[in-house]
């Protein structure tokens, strides 16, 4: 047996995933655990600190103790980063590099090996997770992120023997992911979080200012790009909260821009490799709107997505990294569900322990279809947390689409931005008579065009570009969700359910049955479906909004 642990601690999204002879056993976010949003803040001073309860809980779900463990893989290369020479200079950088090269010591802290852990270059554990994980032998890879340890993308080729050669790798301070950041903040929204509101923006705003980015930020020849300072005041004054069309152009001409240069290098990539599939993971490929212009312009045939292509999906590609370089053969990632789950018996004693009224229906989906056609909102939580920023339908508030309102009502139960869209969940062999894009799509990573015929029979999921940013549900994969949106079209007549990811705003997704109870106690949703049992809110009167929360 080889038993290869994975963390990612550097900047945030800290994580751990467990593979065990090539077979994915666990991955975890620390933050589903401590309930702080990204786990903790990307500064150098917070390198030092582990996903301590990834870390158990990944342990305890493979059944292994410390010194099973062959392995450990750990995201970022201190010898690739800048040299601690003066851990002062360049905002502390080098505290960064001197935390992780101390690494091993601090993991030591949790009882494990310090000898077992091998440094893996980040952007090479971004691009593992992608190509390990893919259903393809062989891809051109794409990784795109803010930061590694000196670089900020890597083009590289992988190889049916789980092997990667790095083609191109654009240093710093050139970077498509922070300037991404930069407009995010600009904007008034949280940096390296918020990155998928300006997205949403985007689509409000006409690219007035696509050829002064086409300036700013161009594409090399040797597969890289160079990214010129800019002065966002000179486009859109700096928001707090308040937003006009001007910020809506920038954000759109920059997002024009990021897809227009992300082509450029996928066009390179096909050149140099002359590969079938594009495999992508790093922040930027969260993107969905610019990875569907690469599936449908770029020239790949097949365009597959890591689900957790932030930070936190270095740790799953750091073990898979070590685990394909100690000899073992990598199985393709089945599904996102790789976090906590509880047993019928475990989840009963959650309810009575919160002294709630519950109910065992006969048969949970069918409840719960016929809420949601009585036009109920209803938590769901189903089996294993899913690993990524995505709900997949396993931790998610689900609502009929057939309601334009029910986008207003889901934004208020969660305290967020109304120009926020809600996405669809759909029967994977229905999808194509609704949607038009890559299908399948299981994990929410790409946009498609909504049949005009159906745009009025689901209003609540089409966003103003007449888009959705749909989940395919395979029944012999999700046999649960399926049979519900089944339940959900005998009713309705239609296969589509609205599914957004259960949480309020500014926390992090619903993990544990605790979390479950207290988000079902304090958000006005009528029902909670907690594996076979159903908790229904009393009607007691109107609906009232949730209180605005501040920089949700
Ligand atoms: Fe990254």
Redesign the pocket.
Known sequence: MTAVLGVNAV?HDPAAALVVDGRIVAAAEEERFSRRKHGKSPVPFATWELPEQAIAWCLERGGLRPDDLDAIGYSYDPALAPAPDDITADEWEGLRTLYAQRAPRFLATLGLDPAIVRFVA??VA?AASAHLCADAPSSAVLVV????ERASHLAGHARADGSLEILAAQALPHSL?LLYEELTEHLGFRRSSDEYKVMAMASYGTPRHLDAFRDLVRTTDDGGFTVAPVDWTAFAPSSEGEWTDAHADLACSVQRRLEEVLLDLARWLHARTGEATLTMA??VALNCVANSRIWREGPFDAVWVQPAS??SG?ALGAALRVASDLGDRVAPMAGADLGRSWDEDELEAWLRAARIDYDRPADIAEAVAQTLADDGVVAWFQGASEYGPRALGRRSLLADPRHAVNLERLNDVKGREQFRPVAPMVREERAAEIFDGPLPSPYMLFTHDVHPAWRERIPAVVHVDGTARIQTVSAAREPLVAAMLSAFERRTGVPVVVNTSLNTAGRPMVDDPRDALECFGSAPVDALAIGPFIVRRPALGPRAATPARAAA
């Open positions: 900047f980040h952007h971004h992120d803010g930061r590694g992911g790093g922040g932030g930070d270095t």
